[in-house]
C-alpha cells in the first residue's frame, strides 16, 4: 500500500506560479514512477508529467513542457510540481499517482492522492 497527500493547490493570474508538493507513505520501490494528472470539469484525467523515483526519467505532457518543472526527493519520499506561466486552461484538480510501471496512462496507475484544486483565473 503506498499513501498520497497532494498539497500547494489555490487560486493564481494568468502568468503566476504555483508549486503542488505530493508526500508519498507506505510501500514505495525505487523503480517506481509518480506521476501528476489534472482533470477539468467535464473532461477526463489527463497526463501532466512523470518521473522515476531515482529522477532518472521524465517525461512531459506538451501542454506543459517549457512551463512545468517536476521533481523528486527520494530521501524524503516527496515529489513537486513547479508551475510557472500559468494559463487559464491549466485550471483543473490534480492529482499524484503511483505506479509500478513508468507510463503517461491513468489506469496503469494503482494509487492516488486525493486531489488538489488549482484555479487560473484573473
Known amino acids: 500500500q503506498v499513501q498520497l497527500v497532494e498539497s500547494g493547490g489555490g487560486l493564481v493570474q494568468p502568468g503566476g506560479s504555483l508549486r503542488l508538493s505530493c508526500a508519498a507513505s507506505?510501500?514505495?520501490?525505487?523503480?517506481?514512477?509518480v506521476a501528476w494528472f489534472r482533470q477539468a470539469p467535464g473532461k477526463e484525467r489527463a497526463f501532466v508529467a512523470l518521473i522515476s523515483w531515482s529522477g532518472d526519467s521524465i517525461i512531459y505532457a506538451d501542454s506543459v513542457k517549457g512551463r512545468f518543472t517536476i521533481s523528486v526527493d527520494n530521501a524524503k519520499r516527496t515529489m513537486e510540481l513547479q508551475m510557472n506561466s500559468l494559463k487559464p486552461e491549466d485550471t483543473a484538480v490534480y492529482f499524484c499517482a503511483s505506479s509500478s510501471i513508468f507510463s503517461r496512462i491513468a489506469s496503469l496507475y494503482r494509487y492516488w492522492g486525493q486531489g488538489t484544486q488549482v484555479t487560473v483565473s484573473s
Open positions: 507506505g510501500r514505495t520501490v525505487s523503480s517506481d514512477a
